[in-house]
C-alpha cells in the first residue's frame, strides 16, 4: 500500500496540500499520509526512509525542501520525490535530490493526482528494474537504482554503485552492449560511446563533452554525443522516467 509523505512548514498549505493528498488516497485504498512540519522532524522519524512518496515544499527555514531531499538520499531513501513551491527558481536544482517533479504553487489537483499516479508507478517500475551480474565469486542481483553506471574495463563490465563501491563481472564472452541490454531496456539507462552506460537518475551535468554524476563521477562522451544526451537528460528529469518509459 503507498505510504506517502508531506513536508511544509506552512500550516495553512499543508493543510490544504493534506486535503488533497486524502483526497487523492481515496482513489487508492489503503494509501497511508503523513505529515511533517519541518525536514528535520521528517528525517527523525523511524520511517523516515520507507515511504513510497515525498510531497516536499521548497522554501523552508533551517533546511530546505532541496537539502532534505539531498539527505533523503544519502540515507538511502528510495521513495519518488515531488517539489512544492512558489517559485519556478530552484527548478534546476531539484536534480541533487533526484527528484520526479516540480509544481508551482497554487497546485492544480488533475495535474498533482496525474505527477502523483506516475510516481507511484515508478516507484513500482524501479523495484522490478534489474540485473543478474555473474562475478567471480558468485552471481549477484543488483538492482537499477543501486547503478550509477557501468563501464567496460579490461574485458569485465565493472558496476559503479551509488554506494561508491564497484561490481567487475566475469570476463565477458560477448559484447559489452549485448551483456547490458537487460538494463538499457529501461529509459533511465543509456549508452554513451561504446564503453559506458549511465543512469540518468544520477547524471548532475553534461559539459564540454563529459558526463558528470553524483559524487564528482565523470564519464568522457564522444565527440557529437553532447547534445544528444543533454536532451535525454533533461526530458527524463523535466517529465518523469514514466513519461517515456
Known amino acids: 500500500m503507498p505510504k506517502i509523505a508531506?513536508?511544509?512548514?506552512?500550516?495553512?498549505?499543508?493543510?490544504?496540500?493534506?486535503?488533497?493528498?486524502?483526497?487523492?488516497?481515496q482513489t487508492r485504498p489503503g494509501t497511508s499520509i503523513r505529515t511533517f512540519s519541518s525536514g528535520q522532524q521528517l528525517l527523525l522519524s523511524e520511517e523516515s526512509?520507507?515511504?513510497?512518496?515525498?510531497?516536499?515544499?521548497?522554501v523552508m527555514p533551517k533546511m530546505s525542501g532541496i537539502e532534505l531531499g539531498v539527505r533523503l538520499r544519502e540515507q538511502k531513501c528510495r521513495g519518488a520525490i515531488i517539489y512544492l513551491t512558489v517559485t519556478p527558481e530552484f527548478a534546476i536544482n531539484s536534480y541533487e535530490a533526484r527528484a520526479f517533479y516540480y509544481l508551482l504553487k497554487p497546485v492544480d489537483p488533475k495535474r498533482l493526482f496525474n505527477v502523483m499516479d506516475q510516481a507511484l508507478?515508478?516507484?513500482q517500475h524501479k523495484?522490478?528494474?534489474?540485473?543478474?551480474?555473474?562475478?567471480k565469486?558468485?552471481?549477484?542481483?543488483l538492482e537499477g537504482e543501486e547503478i550509477a553506471y557501468v563501464e567496460l574495463a579490461d574485458r569485465v563490465a565493472r558496476y559503479h554503485l551509488s554506494d561508491g563501491t564497484t561490481l567487475d563481472s566475469v570476463m565477458l564472452r560477448r559484447s559489452f552492449?549485448?551483456?547490458l541490454e537487460p538494463l538499457l531496456r529501461y529509459p533511465s539507462f543509456v549508452p554513451c560511446g561504446a564503453s559506458f552506460v549511465a543512469n540518468l537518475r544520477y547524471v548532475t551535468g553534461i559539459d564540454k563533452g563529459e558526463l558528470q554524476l553524483c559524487g564528482g563521477l565523470q564519464i568522457p562522451l564522444p565527440r557529437g554525443q553532447t547534445s544528444k544526451l543533454r536532451q535525454?537528460?533533461?526530458?527524463?528529469?523535466?517529465?518523469?522516467?514514466m513519461d517515456q518509459a
Not at 506552512?10 to 488516497?25: D, P, S, V, W
Not at 526512509?49 to 521548497?58: G, K, P, Q, R
Not at 565469486?137 to 542481483?141: A, D, T, W
Open 49 to 58: 526512509t520507507e515511504f513510497d512518496l515525498y510531497i516536499l515544499d521548497v
Open 137 to 141: 565469486n558468485g552471481s549477484r542481483l
Open 232 to 241: 535525454q537528460w533533461m526530458d527524463y528529469w523535466l517529465d518523469g522516467a
Open 6 to 25: 508531506l513536508c511544509d512548514d506552512n500550516g495553512e498549505e499543508r493543510a490544504h496540500t493534506g486535503t488533497l493528498l486524502r483526497e487523492y488516497a
Open 121 to 123: 508507478a515508478e516507484t
Open 177 to 179: 552492449r549485448s551483456e
Open 127 to 135: 523495484k522490478t528494474v534489474c540485473i543478474t551480474v555473474k562475478t
